[in-house]
């Protein structure tokens, strides 16, 4: 039984600490002040701990930017990463300069998913963001993580929800999963309801009401993962297609925020059978691990695991078997979505120009 699931079921007796997190978060959040910038700041985050797949939209987010003609810059806490407290350049936007174990494995896949687009680290973020500054012509920052930070003024806040798992057991740290209570939802600009497509209809007309019921009438859009290719971890030239998936027995393997999610889009091609071996999000693999999985392998077509994971496991060796989802974030409504994130950014652009 791995750790997930142990905290799973012994979560509850951390109820009555839950008054003394909320205490801490709040009085954090008082006496803070947070820096302004000259160039707009925009965080996407969540209200939940887990992968609501704020990284996707990120790298999605930086090359709408990219086509609006803007000069994004990107900054992490670079989360598991070594050098997360000391800070670091993780990419310029055509080099990467520093490993995944460096940089948090979010941070690296940002860095290998943009071209042009530099990527900075630390969990202080106004020293991120005064790094990406200093030595490249940003026009926009955006923050992967961070509406809980209060060290830096965000100019837009975008939140993103995951359908699947939208507000956990519904109870707060450390008795549960939401980071802060959901009226906090408020604080946003724009939220995303994303895998919006694994769930009912009917599931998602009741979210869709629970979120305005709190929000009012915030810009609410929907999004979902595209997928864009299976490729062969050996050999990223080698490709999988859907159709191979059908009617085979695959074993996934995930370490990452929410791996329900992964495990419906696999569901949805199809196979015969699926196995799932979830590791605890962000999971360091050693060559034990790593091992274990081989020879779990051989009872199996293919593996597969997620771009996250891929940042992790690559330089182990493994069977040809072993296959990477590449995904896509998509926004439905799209350029619905582009007018609306166009008018905040002029109305900040002349809000800064006062």
């Known amino acids: 039984m791995n750790s997930r699931v142990i905290y799973k079921y012994i979560r509850f007796i951390f109820i009555p600490l839950i008054p003394v997190y909320l205490l801490a978060f709040y009085l954090k959040k008082f006496f803070s002040t947070p820096v302004t910038f000259s160039i707009p700041v925009i965080c996407v985050g969540n209200i939940t701990t887990g992968g609501a797949g704020k990284t996707p939209a990120v790298i999605e987010l930086a090359k709408l930017f990219k086509d609006m003609g803007l000069s994004p810059g990107i900054v992490s806490r670079g989360y598991r990463g070594s050098r997360s407290r000391e800070g670091a350049i993780v990419t310029d936007g055509s080099a990467i300069f520093i490993s995944p174990r460096e940089s948090g494995d979010e941070s690296y896949l940002i860095a290998c998913s943009l071209t042009d687009v530099p990527v900075a680290i630390c969990t202080d973020r106004v020293k991120a963001i005064r790094s990406l500054l200093d030595a490249f012509k940003v026009d926009i920052v955006l923050m992967d993580d961070g509406f809980q930070n209060n060290s830096v003024h965000r100019d837009i806040n975008i939140i993103i929800i995951d359908a699947v798992n939208p507000f956990g057991n519904g109870l707060m740290l450390p008795a549960g999963d939401l980071r ?135 330089d182990f060796h493994l069977t040809e078997k072993f296959y990477l989802l590449k995904i896509s974030f998509r926004i439905k409504d799209v350029a619905i979505f582009e007018k609306c994130i166009d008018s905040y950014l002029k109305k900040i652009k002349n809000n800064k120009h006062v």
């Open 180 to 314: 802060e209570p959901r009226i906090s939802l408020r604080r946003s600009d724009i939220i995303f309801i994303n895998k919006w497509d694994l769930i009912t209809n009917n599931e998602l007309d009741v979210l869709t009401k629970k979120v305005k019921k709190i929000t009012g009438d915030k810009n609410l859009f929907y999004s979902g993962y595209h997928i864009e290719d299976l490729l062969q971890v050996n050999n990223l030239n080698n490709k999988l297609s859907i159709e191979q998936i059908k009617n085979k027995n695959i074993l996934i393997v995930s370490g990452i925020g929410n791996p329900e999610g992964f495990r419906k889009s696999i569901l949805g091609l199809k196979p015969a059978s699926m196995k799932h071996i979830v590791y605890p999000d962000h999971f360091n693999y050693s060559l034990r691990e790593i091992k274990k999985i081989v020879i779990k392998a051989e009872n199996y077509d293919f593996v597969i695991t997620t771009e996250k994971d891929y940042m992790k496991i690559r």
